[in-house]
């Protein structure tokens, strides 16, 4: 699948520093060294309704990430998937009445587009469910033949069991991963598993459903883990960086992922680090495309906000904070961006040296874009306020925040 065009990256003085990151796993925050090729696996969407809000604070988080490792002197290495066959696509489609590619490949142009405009950089491979599809089979055959995984009734099931790391990336009791298991495309009360919590790798078809030759799984289409630890298997290889997405998939997703990746290879960690990005609720309540509560991007766009509003809005949380999109979050952010712009748009000023240092040192600080917000705003303060004479401080301002938090001034 193609992704869509990078805004372009401008290069600033000097050069940040290792990115210290939050992981779930260990539950602390840890300094990674990714070497000369940081790699980095992001869940994608799943495209059966346009990008909300909360989807883009999320991706925003990983797009941070991906800053801090250029303007660290990195290549990075970004892959992300899209969920283009799952139960909530087709059941969508149905219930519209229309063709569930056409619905998928709408709503991923459309994803596409909000990205550019929100100036998110794009994976180096953006690759769909379906298209890894020949690489999933043999995965799924090898985990079977390793005794990993059984047969229910034609489906194919993983078994927990055979990963003793399993639980090492959500830290939940049993109870608790019952219940989210339920809650997230898992089926516990299924007769005749060996444990409830044991996920599908492979369904097999069902009337009216598409299906994909599975070779000896038999015709079937994938489950929703093994498309993830495929793709970041094939693209990145084990031991990858960072394993990214939502808070809401450390459990199932990441957990059953990760145990897939490690009893797959035998090897542990899957990922240096598991990050977790908080939810963005509207009205009291996640925004989620199965409740309907949802800010649309595209929506916004169209009712003329900046994208770069948008942005500064995401800007303004912690990632790892779950916050509540409202009117005066956008005012605020709307509010902000005209300050900066009308600071930089002045032909001289005051010195930003120590202002690139502050916000590189924040986002390599757990990505705490709203203490880089903070600096930028004494900036835009003191510049608009008091009369400076260096010339160069303005360019410089515009091309840190373009640079380290993808903003256009
Ligand atoms: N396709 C799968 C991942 S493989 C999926 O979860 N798709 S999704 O469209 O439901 O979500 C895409 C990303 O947005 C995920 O990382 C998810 O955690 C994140 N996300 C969904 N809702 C919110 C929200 N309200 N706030 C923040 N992030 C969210
Ligand atoms: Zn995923």
Not at 33 to 57: K, S
Not at 159 to 171: I, L, N, T
Not at 270 to 282: E, F, P, Q, R, W
């Amino acid at each position: 699948m193609h992704a869509w065009p990078a805004s372009e990256v401008p290069a600033l003085p000097g050069k940040g520093r290792d990115l210290q990151i939050h992981d779930s796993a260990t539950q602390g925050t840890i300094t990674l060294d990714p070497g000369p090729v940081a790699r980095i696996y992001v869940c994608g969407i799943t495209p059966y309704d346009a990008t909300h809000i909360g989807h883009a604070a999320t991706y925003n988080a990983f797009d941070l990430v991906q800053r801090v490792w250029l303007d660290n002197k990195r290549q990075v290495h970004y892959v992300q998937n899209v969920t283009d066959v799952d139960d909530p696509l087709l059941e969508r489609a149905l219930r519209d009445g229309q063709d569930w590619t056409e619905l998928a490949e709408r709503e991923t142009a459309l994803f596409r587009e909000d990205m550019t405009a929100l100036r998110m950089l794009p994976p180096r491979h953006y690759i769909g469910a379906v298209e890894a599809i020949p690489g999933i089979v043999p995965l799924v055959e090898r985990l079977r033949e390793a005794g990993a995984a059984y047969e229910l009734d034609g489906d194919v099931y993983f078994s927990v069991e055979s990963d003793p790391h399993f639980g090492q990336v959500s830290h939940l009791d049993a109870e608790a991963m019952r219940l989210l298991s339920a809650e997230r495309g898992g089926d516990p009360e299924r007769p005749g598993k060996k444990n409830p919590l044991d996920p599908m790798l492979w369904m097999a078809a069902r009337p009216g459903d598409p299906s994909w030759d599975g070779g000896s799984l038999g015709r079937g289409r994938p489950g929703w883990h093994i498309e993830c630890v495929a793709i970041a298997l094939d693209h990145l290889g084990m031991g990858f960086d960072i394993q990214g997405g939502g808070s809401d998939l450390a459990f199932p997703h990441h957990e059953m992922g990760a145990s897939h990746a490690q009893a797959l290879t035998g090897e542990f960690p899957m990922a240096k680090a598991y990050v977790h990005a908080g939810m963005v609720a509207l009205n009291g309540e996640k925004m989620s495309k199965s409740k309907g509560n949802l800010v649309f991007v595209s929506a916004l766009r169209r009712a003329g906000v900046d994208p770069a509003a948008i942005r500064l809005a995401l800007l303004a949380h912690h990632y790892r904070a779950d916050w509540e999109w409202t009117d005066e979050v956008l005012a605020e952010a709307v509010a902000r961006l005209e300050r900066w712009r009308a600071a930089v748009s002045r032909p001289d000023g005051i010195p930003a040296d120590t202002l690139v240092e502050e916000v590189r040192e924040a986002l390599a600080d757990d990505l705490d874009a709203p203490a880089a917000l903070a600096a930028v705003d004494r900036w835009a303060e003191l510049q608009i306020a008091a009369s400076g004479d260096d010339e160069s401080a303005p360019g410089l301002v515009s091309r840190t925040v373009d640079a380290l938090l993808g903003v256009a001034l």
